[in-house]
């Protein structure tokens, strides 16, 4: 275990740890990523969380959020958007991918590029992975192929 100070230790009863439930088990998170797991008696510097009851796992990652919590994501100001990341949070996922629905392209654009710079900030809330759209293209239909049938 490396040493390292101002770490949040999360103590529970049970944990999900692989593909096996044990416990009681402490977490060490530092900077907002889980740096060790450890039984009984392991410890860091910094505050303590026991949890009384529950078993402790990792974050849920949600690939698809059309918007959530009332925030449409295809038109969100950043306040919005970082209120539904928070809210996400409460729910249990810690990261997502969020969905741009139909738009004007220019306004999807602006959005992909609003999305993409909350990637890997650190003010709070569910990480934003990346940024996808979905819905019909504004581009003229091409045919799959211009052979004849016959």
Known sequence: MRQTDGVLTLTAPA???????????????????????????????????????????????DLQVNGCFGVDFTNATPHARLEARRALLT??????????????????????ASWGAQVDDSVGGARVLASTSRGRSSRPRVPAHTGSSG
């Open 15 to 61: 944990a999900l740890v692989g593909a096996t439930v044990s416990g009681p088990t402490s977490v060490f998170v530092d900077g907002g990523r889980i740096i060790d797991v450890g039984g009984p008696g392991s410890a860091y510097p910094g505050d303590h969380v026991a949890l009384g009851s529950g078993l402790l796992t990792a974050g849920l990652v």
């Open 91 to 112: 729910t249990g996922v810690t990261a997502f991918v969020p969905t741009l629905l139909t738009a004007p392209l220019e306004d999807l654009l602006a959005q992909v």
